[in-house]
């Protein structure tokens, strides 16, 4: 008889997957499954003070480690948790959301009795309604016989679409047994190999396989002519590399054209920034001027897996509606100028494209960038300023460290100007943007051996998802946050009228963007209840926080809650064309 049950079939598949932490809160329609994974299991449960801080830990382990889980009870965790799957679902991040629910007898006394139970809605499937749009899969689960076929299918569409899938569990199903998992998953290819899609419409004129060939070919020639064409290409990379693990084919690319290339907002540090060809951020107003010598000059801007979003060219004003670059390679589709080619994924591309180059060959038109001048240090006895905290972190970090950068006015100049040499060593929610999303991610991505994560975050946001920093005492983690505090929803008041930004204004600020101050060293006192691995400080000058960095450095095993003590209207020099605009 197998010894598996319903539970351990999921956690020994997740397991398979290289997730060892599942993220939880518990509930009575989920308590039982958390037993199982306690006694039953080696996936280490990892207890959370909210479900949304669960979600966006779940989140920032999966941005690192490749897959994550959260599980939650319905309803009120099950709602609580959905922000966080929504972030997932649009930035292409793999959550398992696992949602314990009533057993199938309460269900039918729900139905033929009327008798309703905590924590539902009584439509009995509300769960699917309302993750069906944020999810590229939804099992319930009430029958042992078909869990495992259910589950498997949930986490290959998982890994197969790098998108977030929820599983719901009735509680009468976890400990039923049911058959041991078969082999390992993989994820399903979201197109047929090229070479076989060319051997298919060679042979039988297969349409399909012709069309996608075809538009392949063309966009590839096109792109290759109008590279050859240009006497200053310069690329544009974007998340689409990370997502498609494109890293080396892009270098094999940059090796040969030998090109500069910016990053857009979606793609810092997908590519090791000590890269030679490396000429920083180009996004509208942020762009430096440095970086904008380059953009200037070109009459080629190509986009790699750029998505075309709203905060990609920032404070500029756009006539090409849906052309973001000269051309655009990313969501299966080339754009290049009037042409179109679709099905065209990014990866067959460079293929293609270096295979173009390959054969015919190409002069590249660039001799390699002199790297920008560094920024002037701030002297130690200055107030600390958001310029200044940059440019002392950007000394500090080192690719053991992974920054985990929350939305607001230090996204841009801030944590964008940070020199990040491990790939991947900072990740953000750009496009989602739900703020406090980074201090539950540090802690999720904490779990991943060999990081400390920095986090980076304001003090509205920090606002939201806070409690995260008692879970970092609790789990012995050793991430930093670095508090941000300039008292007020500071990108808030910058969007709705940067008057108060003004040099020597006096202007107020509007009074929905003034936030109560907190005690921040008090706070993690609280939170840690005085346990020496919280500990805390305040920065208020430059050499507070050489200092701070040091006992941080001499403290490995600590976790940290900074309060970065910035005037209120301090800003990232960055933003100074927008508050001149
Ligand atoms: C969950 C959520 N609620 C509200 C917003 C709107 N919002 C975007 S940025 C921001 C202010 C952030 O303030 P803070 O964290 O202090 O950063 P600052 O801009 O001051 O650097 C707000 C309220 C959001 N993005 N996400
Ligand atoms: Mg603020």
């Given at each position: 008889m197998a010894s598996t049950n319903v539970v351990t079939y999921l956690t020994t598949r997740l397991q398979q997957l290289g997730v060892n932490h599942l993220f939880s809160v518990p509930g009575d329609y989920t308590s039982d499954l958390l037993e199982i994974v306690d006694?039953?299991?080696?996936l280490k449960r990892i207890g959370n003070c909210n479900e949304l801080n669960a979600g966006y830990a779940a989140d920032g382990y999966a941005r690192i480690n490749g897959l994550g889980a959260v599980a939650v009870t319905t309803g009120v965790g099950s709602f609580s948790l959905l922000n966080a799957i929504g972030g997932a679902f649009v930035e292409d991040v793999p959550v398992v959301a696992i949602i314990g629910t009533l057993s199938n007898t309460k269900a039918l006394d729900e139905i033929n009795g009327a008798e309703l139970y905590h924590?539902?809605?009584?439509?009995?499937d509300a769960n699917l309604q309302v993750y069906k749009p944020v999810t590229v899969a939804f099992e319930k689960i009430s029958n042992p016989l078909t869990a495992p076929a259910q589950i498997d299918q949930a986490l290959i569409a998982c890994i197969s679409q790098r998108k977030p899938v929820a599983i719901e569990i009735t509680e009468?199903?976890?400990?039923m047994p049911c058959a041991d998992p078969v082999g390992e998953l993989s994820p399903v290819a979201s197109y047929e190999s090229i070479e076989i899609l060319r051997q298919m419409a060679a042979a039988t004129s297969n349409k399909y396989a012709t069309q996608i060939v075809t538009a392949l070919d063309g966009a590839a020639q096109s792109i290759y002519d109008k590279l050859c064409a240009s006497k200053a290409p310069v690329l544009w990379i974007g998340k689409e590399i990370q997502t498609y693990h494109l890293q080396d084919k892009f270098l094999a690319l940059l090796d040969k054209i030998k090109a500069p290339y910016a990053y857009s907002l979606l793609g810092k540090a997908i590519i090791p920034e000590?890269?030679?060809w490396f000429i920083g951020l180009h996004d509208g107003?942020?762009?430096s001027a440095y970086t904008n010598q380059f953009i200037q000059k070109s009459d080629c801007l190509i986009g790699l897996g750029v998505w075309n979003t709203d905060?990609?060219?920032?404070g500029v004003k756009s006539n090409n509606l849906g052309l973001i670059s000269d051309i655009d390679v990313s969501r299966s589709m080339v754009k290049a100028g009037n042409e179109l080619y679709v099905q065209v994924s990014l990866s067959n591309l460079l293929d293609a494209l270096l295979a173009l180059i390959d054969k015919n060959g190409y002069t590249p038109k660039w001799s390699t960038p002199v790297p920008p001048s560094a920024p002037v240090p701030p002297n130690a006895s200055d107030p600390i300023t958001y310029d200044g905290f940059y440019s002392v972190l950007d000394s500090f970090i080192t690719p053991n460290h992974i920054i985990m950068a929350d939305i607001g006015l230090s996204t841009f100049g801030g944590t964008s100007s940070l020199k990040i040499?491990?790939?991947?060593?900072i990740q953000a929610q750009?496009?989602?943007?739900?703020?406090?999303?980074?201090v539950p991610a540090g802690l999720g991505a904490s779990?991943?051996?060999?990081t400390r994560a920095l986090v980076i975050v304001g003090d509205g946001a920090f606002?939201?998802?806070?409690?995260?920093v008692s879970t970092m005492v609790m789990e012995k983690r050793n991430t930093v946050v670095f508090v941000m505090n300039n008292k007020v929803y500071g990108v808030e008041q910058m969007l709705l009228d940067p008057a108060p930004y003004k040099q020597d204004s006096t202007e107020p600020f509007e009074e929905a963007n003034i936030l109560q101050e907190w005690d921040y060293v008090s706070l993690m006192k609280a939170f840690s209840n005085n346990s020496p691995n919280g500990q805390s400080a305040n920065v208020n000058t430059v050499q507070d926080l050489h200092n701070v960095l040091e006992t941080i450095n001499n403290n490995p095993n600590a976790a940290f809650l900074v309060n970065i003590?910035?005037?209120?209207?301090?800003?990232?020099?960055?933003?100074s064309l927008f508050v001149n605009k």
């Open positions: 006694t039953q299991t080696t924590h539902n809605v009584g439509s009995g009468d199903c976890y400990y000590d890269n030679p107003v942020f762009t905060l990609n060219q920032f040499t491990r790939p991947n060593g750009n496009i989602w943007a739900s703020i406090g999303w980074s779990f991943v051996d060999g606002k939201l998802t806070c409690q995260a003590n910035l005037n209120e209207r301090d800003y990232p020099s960055a933003w």
